[in-house]
């Protein structure tokens, strides 16, 4: 593993201030730990982050998530493992994630507001891109 390039962390404080702010409120958010720490984990996945694959494993694994659920995450479509809530948020985070491409279409955003309520979305969809920028930062500065 590389050094870290820049501490960015304390470089930049007011601004990595806010993101922890921005983690803490959604920590208290109605979609619940659980799922946000999934969101996180696939997104991780999909932006190959190490740092954060391996912090947000570990936190599943700590509340409780059954390991056979985690190795199964990147094939979520395929899996029995999944709620229909969760389908819908993963599906919402892998095109969020990968936005160039498949620009939030309708038949990806609709089966959100049968699972969640427009709260839930936003946070839903705050989540997706704070956990886009945290990998970006982690990866970009070899964290």
């Known amino acids: 593993m590389s050094n870290l390039r820049q501490p960015y962390h304390e470089l930049s404080q007011e601004a990595y201030s806010g993101f922890i702010q921005a ?36 936190a599943l694994r700590k509340r409780g998530v059954d390991q056979a659920r985690l190795d199964a995450l990147a094939g979520w479509r395929v899996s029995h493992r999944f709620s229909e809530r969760e389908r819908a948020a993963l599906a919402w985070a892998e095109d969020l994630t990968d936005i160039a491409r498949c620009r939030a279409e309708d038949a990806v955003y609709l089966p959100l507001e049968a699972c969640f309520s427009p709260q839930e979305v936003s946070d839903l969809t705050f989540a997706v891109s704070l956990m886009n920028a945290f990998n970006r930062l982690a990866i970009g500065m070899r964290q």
């Open 23 to 58: 983690k803490k409120a959604l920590e208290k958010s109605a979609l619940g730990g659980e799922l946000i720490e999934l969101i996180y984990l696939r997104v991780s996945q999909i932006n190959g982050c190490a740092f954060c694959l391996e912090m947000h494993s570990s």
